[in-house]
Each structure stands twice: as C-alpha cells, then as structure tokens.
C-alpha cells in the first residue's frame, strides 16, 4: 500500500515538475547553435558528417530529449590541420552565436583554437583530438567525449612489458600530438621500468624521403620494438616506407597506435598491396561493448552510408560511434542547462571590442555567458550511448576506457585480447571483469598468440646489437696479483684468463653474434677496485673492506692494504709482532689462487660475505639474461669446470696431496696426549707389579710349608711367582665381597665410627681380608660406615 502510494506521489512529482519546466520553456529557445569544426573532405570527415547528421536528425526528431528545441548544426570546413586558418574558421563559426563547437579533429589545432574557446566561453567538445595535456587545467573550456591518448599509452606500455621488452623506439610526427603523446608513453613505460630508447620526431609534411632518412636510423639502433604514433593521413607512409627498407620483418616489433585500427575500420578492406605493408602489427582499437543501441546504430550506418561510398569506403569506426554520442550527450546537457532556468545570452567582449577601429570585425565575437553553466552541465552527463555508459569520472575523464588489442593478420584483424584501465590486459572483455575486485582476474592476464612480422609465432626478441659499428664495450680490470682471473697478454692488446674464458664460451653459446671490445682499466701498478669499475657501468657494490670497516665495525687503521701475492706472504710470515699481519681477508676466489701456491697457510672461519664473482651489466640490459642463461648452460655441459680447472686448479700444493693436509689434523697434532696417557699407564702396571711382588714375598714367608707347595725346590721360583699371581687375580676377585662382609661385623679397637681401610692390612691376614680394586695400582681407598 505505502508503495502504491509512493508511486503516485512520484508521478505527481513528475507532473508538477514538468509544469515547473513548463514555466521556464519560455528561455527555451527554438533553435540552438552549434557549430563543427571538421575537414569534411576526406575519408574521417565525411564519416564524421555522417555520424553527427545522423546524431542531430535523431535527437530533433525526439521530443523526449530537447522539448521542441531544435539544434542547428554549422558545418565548417577544417583546412586540414593548419593552424592559423583553423582560427579564422573557428572564428567565422563563434560569429554565429554557437553554444558549443564540436571539433576539432587534431589535436594540433585543437591547441589553438581552444585559446579562443576559454575567451569567449564556448565549449569546444572533441571526440578526437586525444593529446593528454589537452585535458589539463589550462584548457577548461575543451572538454574530450573520447578516451584520452594517456590510456592508449597505458596499453602499449602495458604490452610491452607482458612480451618482456624494456626499450621501444618511438616515431611520431614532431607536433603537439606527437610529443605529448610519446611523452605520456614514456611516462607509462616507466612505471613498468621501460623507456624509450630512441626518438624519431618526423615533419608533419614529411616526404617519402625524409621518412625514409628516419627509419633508416631507426634500424640502426638496438631496440627493435617500433611505437608509431601518427594520423590516419600520416601514418601508412611510414609502413610503405618501413616495408621498402625490409623493416616489416622477422625480428621486428610494430605497435601502432589506434589511427591504424581506425584505417583498418574506416576503409576496410584494404587493397591487399596496403595489407602487405602492415602484417603482424599490433594496434590498439577503442573498446566499446555490444550492445542493443549499438547494433541498431551499426544496421542503420549501413544504410546512412549506402550509396555515399563513390569517394572510398567509410566503415564504422569509434569516430562514427563518438560523433553521435557527442551529439547526443551535448542535447542532455542542454536539456538539464534549460531545466535548471538558463537562457542563451551573449554579450560583447569588452576586451575584444576594444580592438576596434580596423577590418578585423573582431567585436562582432560574443562571449557565451551560460557558457560556463553549460561546460558544467556537460560533465554531470549521465546517459547510455551506443558508445556504452557515457559518464565523466571525478578527474574529467570518460569512464571505462578500454581498447582491444588488434593484431593485422593476413586480409584482416584478429583479436589478440583486451585493455582496460580496470583490469589491464585481459582475454576476457573489461564490462565482464568491471564488476570483479582487482585480484579477481589475475589468471585471465594474458593474451592470445599474435603473428609477428616475418609471419612468424615466435616472439621476437625485441633488440639486437645496434649494428651502427657501435662494439660492446667490455671493462677490463687490470691487476698485478691475480694473473690466473684475468691479464693482458704482455706486449699485446689480447687478454687472457678465467674470466676472460668464461665470458667467451658464454658469448659463443648466444644465438646471435655479439661485437665486443676489450678495454683495459687499470694502471698496472695496483689492482683496480672492482667497486670504482662496477660504479662506472652502474647497480655502488660493496666489497671486503667496505664490509669490515661499516659492517664489522673494524677500525680503518688497523687495515693494511696490500697489493700483490709475494707481500701478502711475507706480511703473513712475520705477523703483527714483526710489522706483518695477523690475517688476510680477500675474496674467496683469490684466496683459492693464493693457497693453491703456498700451502703454509690456511683459510680459517667462514665466508662471511655472499659476494660472488659476475659479470657486471648496466640495469635492464637485455644481454645480461642471455649472457646468464649461457652461463647456466656452461656450468649444466661442465665447461664451466673445465675452465676453471685449466686456470684455477692448484698445482704446487694439491699435485702432493698437501694442501688437504694442511686443513687437516695430523696424528702428530695429538703427540703430547699420547706422553702423558703412556706415561699414566706405565706407572700403574709397574706399582702393580711391585704389589704382587711384595705379596709373594709375604706369602712365601708366612706359607713355607703349605701342603699344595711345590716340593721341588729346584722347580723355579718364577713358575710360582707367576701362578701365584695369577691365583691372586681369580681369588681376590671371589673373595673380596665376602671379607667384605666379615669386615664389617668388626669392631674396631679404637671405638672410632668409621675405620679406613688400605689394602695393605687385610693382605697380612689372608682368612679375613677383604679386596678392593688394586689392580689399578693400589690407589683406591674404601669408606665403609661402621653401625
Ligand atoms: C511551454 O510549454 C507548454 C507545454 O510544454 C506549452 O503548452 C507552452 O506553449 C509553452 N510555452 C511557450 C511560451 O513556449
Ligand atoms: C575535396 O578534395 C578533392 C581532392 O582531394 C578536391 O578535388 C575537391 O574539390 C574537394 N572538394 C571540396 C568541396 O572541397
Ligand atoms: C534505410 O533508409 C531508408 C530511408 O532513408 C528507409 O526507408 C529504410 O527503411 C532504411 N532501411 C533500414 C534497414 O533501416
Ligand atoms: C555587440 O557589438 C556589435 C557591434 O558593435 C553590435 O552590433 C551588437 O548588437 C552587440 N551585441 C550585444 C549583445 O550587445
Ligand atoms: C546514471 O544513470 C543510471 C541509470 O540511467 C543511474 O542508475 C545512476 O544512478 C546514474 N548516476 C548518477 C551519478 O546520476
Ligand atoms: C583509471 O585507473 C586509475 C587507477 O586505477 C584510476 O585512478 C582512474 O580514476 C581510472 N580512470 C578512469 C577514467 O576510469
């Protein structure tokens, strides 16, 4: 029920403020004035005229959209981009009394006629001069209903970086355009951590010549990925141009920008010579999703352009599709610009009508003063076109800027994948991904195979030595120690060594071939630090004696620096008490080199760095990932350990087995232990025997008629002594515990607690005694607690 209410509340609504409209359609004027700014003589012209008769037709012809207001739409002709007569044409249409001019094409005039938009409050609303600093707050009065080139830019930086290049040449015609948008290229590149490597600026009226003189130096430069930004007009000259040098081929990267997908569009087919020039291209097309007012606007574009193609073809392209939005989104703002009581007053520019008193009729200009209200208006635009959502975001740009990434294949175009300023590069189309969080579509970033120039699927590298003799320029660091790693063959300009081997082998195994040049760096009386040369190609690198002093905190005085092998050994020999060192710390793979000759000394401890050894690369250079996957492959196939075997394995210490030895104990190292156990033991068996000794003299004494003696006095003593003490063994172990006992029950005569006793008093009295462990010497004592 409340809702049934609510609808009719709101219907009421709507009639009261369509009365409230009512009272303010007396601003609404029966026609308003708006003026385009176009060369309507060619191809884009004639589609662009097209396209906003089309646009005007319709929105006159709904009531819903402007009431009974009817837009009159001036054409004026664009003399093709030239920019003093652009004024003068811009000026002819603002002495119409145009609320608003759609236009210009370029960029480059769209530069300077905007001047005289900001003066007299016009709005200068373009869906194809797409220079990124046209949208800066100098030029509030030009308002873009198209993408900004800064997204088209974002994908091709974005593509780059997928594919793994790191530097692009740009070629792009020297005027506004151009440079601002190679600039916003460069920007973009760098936030991937690519650059533009090399700039080709070509004149505006560049002839096939001076193209030519261009791409030439294009060629001779590293990189082989090639960005060309142009215009439609401008643009397939470089491709003719590029084809007839042989540029259009195997190992070449073109990435044009969106006037190729807008060619391909507009004046599809293409004549099978053009297509030729342009295989494997990659292009970015602006992206606008299906939709039913799309496709009725694409049936009725066919009809529009029947019978209109005798001057070429005229596709449909993004500029057709903009053109009518922009229509239409100008009708929206007018119709909410009279909804909210604006009228359409113009006034004389104080500032103008100063000038008078010549030819110029600069006081017949009038300055907009709703203009402002209107500009306003245009922005708060909130419709769905047959571009899609046709809404500004908050920073003045067109919502949702998206392209697909066109690859030229054979007699058309294929769909490599999409960009959008959402979710990036993607197979999946952005209105899909639009409603997803950022991670969401993370396995989706990718794209489908592209054919490259060359009609190959192999991705091209992307770079190759510049072959404009410019050699590889490899630093050497001369030493005097150290010979084995590397060293100037003497007398001549050679090198030899490990590194030296290394780098060759790893070289060889590249698939491409690699000038380089060997330059010595050094003064050959001291050892180059590798830190200084490092500095020099780059990546500040910190090395043993950096680490002491910053690191371990080791005072800098008690360091002494030394340069060659023979010092270092003497310095060792002396040691600190002899004005020499107490240790030596260097980098493991000169220390290996050192000990490999003298065995006297050792390593001792741990490495305490990861420092290894390298070759050092400027950043980002495409050859060191080569040159490292070479070296992997050499240490995979053993070379890697033949090389160092030739000029690192120790030949002095290990060839007799030394140099094992000498990071070994030996058995002489345990020498004094042996003494003193020796010693111990020897000293115990000879008390032993003392004992037994002793004892045998008492038995023999206290036993001379014993009934088991021996009655053979000639029989030897020795014999007896011998059985003797080997009875001693097998019966003072049985007794013992039993004397033991029997000891215990005996009361001592001294009253005393406890009673000590030594073996040596129970041997007297064999029938009472008790053992312990003499057999160890005698040493032991045994404390027996008396009850
Ligand atoms: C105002 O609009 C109403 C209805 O839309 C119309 O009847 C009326 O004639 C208009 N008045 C003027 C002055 O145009
Ligand atoms: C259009 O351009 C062609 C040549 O490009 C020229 O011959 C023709 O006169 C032009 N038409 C107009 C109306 O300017
Ligand atoms: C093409 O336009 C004509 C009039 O210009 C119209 O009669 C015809 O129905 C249109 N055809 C389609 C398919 O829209
Ligand atoms: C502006 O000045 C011109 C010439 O001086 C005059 O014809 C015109 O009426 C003026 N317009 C307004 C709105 O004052
Ligand atoms: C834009 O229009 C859509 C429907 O046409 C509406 O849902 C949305 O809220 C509008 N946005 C704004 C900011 O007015
Ligand atoms: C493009 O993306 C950036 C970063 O995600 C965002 O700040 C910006 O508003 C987006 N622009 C448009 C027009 O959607």
């Known amino acids: 029920m409340v ?62 959209i402007l009431g009974d207001t009817k837009l009159r739409l001036s054409l004026q002709e664009d003399s093709k981009y030239r920019g003093f007569l652009s004024i003068a044409e811009v000026l002819q249409l603002m002495a119409r009394d145009t609320v608003a001019i759609i236009g210009p094409h370029s960029s480059v005039t769209a530069h300077v006629i905007t001047h005289i938009a900001n003066e007299l409050q016009v709005p200068l609303i373009s869906f194809s001069a797409l220079d990124p600093t046209l949208s800066s707050l100098q030029f509030p009065f030009f308002i873009r209903t198209c993408h900004s080139d800064l997204f088209q830019m974002a994908a091709i930086a974005d593509l780059v970086d997928y594919y793994g290049w790191k530097e692009v040449i740009a070629v792009y015609i020297d005027d506004d355009n151009g440079r601002n948008g190679i600039s ?17 600026p070509v004149s505006p009226e560049a002839t096939p010549e001076e193209i030519t003189n261009v791409l030439v130096q294009v060629a001779l430069a590293e990189s082989r990925v090639i960005v060309v930004h142009a215009n439609t007009l401008w643009g397939p000259k470089v491709f003719t141009v590029a084809k007839n040098l042989g540029m259009m081929g195997t190992g070449y990267v073109w990435i044009a920008t969106a006037f190729l997908s807008a060619i391909l569009d507009i004046s599809s087919p293409l004549s099978s010579d053009k297509m030729d020039e342009i295989q494997g291209v990659l292009t970015p097309r602006v992206y606008t999703p299906d939709s039913e007012l799309k496709r009725k606007f694409v049936t009725k574009w066919k009809n529009l352009t029947h019978g209109h193609t005798a001057n070429g073809p005229l596709g449909l392209s993004f500029l057709s599709l903009y053109a009518y939005d922009t229509i239409f989104a100008l009708a929206h703002a007018l119709d909410a610009f009279f909804k909210q009581g604006n009228r359409i007053t113009f006034s004389n520019d104080s500032k103008l009508s100063s000038l008078k008193g010549d030819n110029l009729h600069l006081d017949a200009l009038n300055v907009f003063d709703e203009g402002n209200s209107l500009r306003r208006n245009i922005y708060e635009v909130n419709m769905t076109g047959v571009t899609g959502l046709f809404k500004y975001a908050p920073d003045k740009n067109l919502v949702n800027p998206a392209y697909e990434i066109m690859n030229v294949v054979g007699t058309g175009t294929r769909r490599i994948g999409y960009w959008s300023n959402h979710s990036g590069l993607s197979v999946i189309p952005p209105e899909t991904l639009l409603s997803k969080p950022g991670n969401d579509f993370r396995e989706s970033k990718k794209l489908f195979p592209v054919i490259w120039p060359g009609d190959t699927d192999q991705k091209p590298r992307g770079w190759v030595f510049p072959n404009n003799g410019r050699l590889l320029r490899i630093g050497v660091p001369i030493g005097v120690s150290y010979q084995q790693f590397v060293s100037q063959v003497p007398g001549t300009d050679t090198f030899q060594g490990f590194c030296i081997d290394v780098f060759l082998s790893a070289v060889n195994l590249l698939p491409y071939a690699v000038p380089y040049k060997f330059i010595p760096y050094g003064d050959h009386k001291n050892n180059p630090t590798n830190t200084e040369l490092v500095r020099r190609i780059t990546t500040g690198g910190s090395f043993s004696k950096d680490y002491l002093i910053h690191e371990i905190g080791i ?33 493991r793979a000169y220390m290996d080199i050192f000990l490999s000759s003298r065995c006297k000394f050792t390593i001792v401890g741990q490495e305490f760095t990861r420092n290894g050894w390298g070759f050092a690369f400027p950043r980002d250079s495409p050859l060191a990932v ?13 070379d890697l350990q033949r090389i160092h075997d030739k000029w690192l394995l120790s030949r002095a210490c290990l060839s007799q087995g030394a140099k094992l030895e000498v990071e070994r104990l030996k058995l002489k190292s345990f020498w004094g232990l042996y003494v003193i156990c020796g010693s111990a033991c020897l000293l115990a068996l000879l008390i032993y025997v003392i004992q037994i000794i002793r004892q045998y003299i008492k038995h023999q004494a206290e036993e001379p008629d014993s009934p088991d003696q021996n009655p053979s006095p000639g029989s030897s003593s020795l014999r007896r002594f011998l059985s003797f003490a080997d009875e001693k063994e097998e019966t003072v172990k049985n007794r013992s515990k039993r004397k033991k006992m029997e000891r215990i029950s005996y009361r001592s005569s001294e009253g005393g607690s406890s009673s000590i006793i030594s073996n040596k008093d129970y041997v007297a009295q064999p029938s009472s005694c008790i053992a312990d462990s003499v057999s160890n010497g005698g040493s032991e004592k045994v404390f027996i607690k008396v009850v």
């Open 184 to 200: 916003a290229l460069g920007d973009k590149l760098a936030e991937k951590r690519c650059r533009i490597s090399y700039k080709a």
């Open 626 to 638: 080569d040159l490292s996957t070479a070296i992997l492959q050499m240490v995979d196939n053993g």
């Open 555 to 587: 005072d800098e005085s008690r360091l002494v620096p030394l340069v060659t092998q023979e010092e270092v050994a003497r310095a060792l020999k002396n040691g600190p008490q002899d004005g020499g060192i107490a240790a030596y710390i260097d980098q």
């Open 3 to 64: 809702k049934v209410w609510l609808l009719a509340l709101m219907i009421l609504y709507n009639g009261f403020s369509s009365t409230v409209d009512g009272i303010h359609n007396s601003t609404r004027p029966d026609f308003v004035n708006i003026g385009a700014l176009f060369s309507f003589n060619t191809s884009v012209g004639r589609i662009i005229k097209i396209a906003l008769d089309a646009a005007v037709e319709d929105v006159n012809s709904d009531p819903n």
